[in-house]
T-cell receptor
Framework: GAVVSQHPSRVICKSGTSVKIECRSL??????MFWYRQFPKQSLMLMAT?????????EQGVEKDKFLINHASLTLSTLTVTSAHPEDSSFYIC?????????FGSGTRLTVV | DQQVKQNSPSLSVQEGRISILNCDYT??????FLWYKKYPAEGPTFLIS?????DKNEDGRFTVFLNKSAKHLSLHIVPSQPGDSAVYFC??????????????FGKGTLLTVNP
C-alpha cells in the first residue's frame, strides 16, 4: 500500500529557532499533501493544503509566515515552523491523497523549550 | 463549529463483544466518510470508508453504517480484540472524486477492549 514517510518523529528546539518537518510519499506521486496539528485529546486540525508547484492554501487562523510550506516536488512537502515558541509545541501530521484514500505520515512531536 | 462530532470520548468493551463507535455530522455537503485508528505518537491508520451512495460497507471485522437522513454513521467492530484498543477518528470530506478535498475530523473516541 501507499506509504508516507515523515521526519523527524520527535524534535526538541529552543524558543526562537526554526524547525523543518519533511513529508515524503514513497511509492506514489502526491500533487496535494495536507498538514495537520493535534493537541492532546483533541481532533486533528487541518493547517494547510500543500500543492505541488504552487502556494499552499492555509486554513483560517493559521499564520502563513510562521508555518512555511514548500511542495517542490511530487513526492516531498516540508513544513517549517519559524521562530518557534512553546505554544507551538504539538503533534504535527502530514497526509497525502493516493488512489486508495488518504495516507498519513507517522507524525512529528515538536517540543519548544 | 464542530462539523464532525464524536460525542463519546471513550468506550470500554469486553473482548469478543461488539464495539460500536458513533459519529454525527452537520455539513450536508459531506459525501465521503472514513474511519481511522490512531495510537499515541503515531499517525492515523485508515480502517474503512463509505461513500454517501451506500449505507453499509464491510471489511472483515469492521462495518460502517451510514444514515444520511440522520447525518449519522457508526463503526461496528465484531468481535472486539484487545489489539483494537486505540483512538478512533471519524472523518468526512465533501467531494470524493477530487484529489485535494480536505478531511474534517471528529475529536476521536478512545476504545478500550478488556481481555
Amino acid at each position: 500500500g501507499a506509504v508516507v514517510s515523515q521526519h523527524p518523529s520527535r524534535v526538541i528546539c529552543k524558543s526562537g529557532t526554526s524547525v523543518k518537518i519533511e513529508c515524503r510519499s514513497l511509492d506514489f506521486q502526491a500533487t496535494t499533501m495536507f498538514w495537520y496539528r493535534q493537541f492532546p485529546k483533541q481532533s486533528l486540525m487541518l493547517m494547510a493544503t500543500s500543492n505541488e508547484g504552487s502556494k499552499a492554501t492555509y486554513e483560517q487562523g493559521v499564520e502563513k509566515d510562521k508555518f512555511l510550506i514548500n511542495h517542490a516536488s511530487l513526492t516531498l512537502s516540508t513544513l517549517t515552523v519559524t521562530s518557534a515558541h512553546p505554544e507551538d509545541s504539538s503533534f504535527y501530521i502530514c497526509s497525502a491523497r493516493d488512489r486508495g484514500g488518504y495516507t498519513f505520515g507517522s507524525g512529528t512531536r515538536l517540543t519548544v523549550v | 463549529d464542530q462539523q464532525v462530532k464524536q460525542n463519546s470520548p471513550s468506550l470500554s468493551v469486553q473482548e469478543g463483544r461488539i464495539s460500536i463507535l458513533n459519529c454525527d455530522y452537520t455539513n450536508s455537503m459531506f459525501d465521503y466518510f472514513l474511519w481511522y485508528k490512531k495510537y499515541p505518537a503515531e499517525g492515523p491508520t485508515f480502517l474503512i470508508s463509505i461513500s454517501s451512495i451506500k449505507d453499509k460497507n464491510e471489511d472483515g471485522r469492521f462495518t460502517v453504517f451510514l444514515n444520511k437522513s440522520a447525518k449519522h454513521l457508526s463503526l461496528h467492530i465484531v468481535p472486539s480484540q484487545p489489539g483494537d484498543s486505540a483512538v478512533y477518528f471519524c472523518a468526512a470530506s465533501a467531494g470524493s472524486g477530487g484529489s485535494n478535498y480536505k478531511l474534517t475530523f471528529g475529536k476521536g473516541t478512545l476504545l478500550t477492549v478488556n481481555p
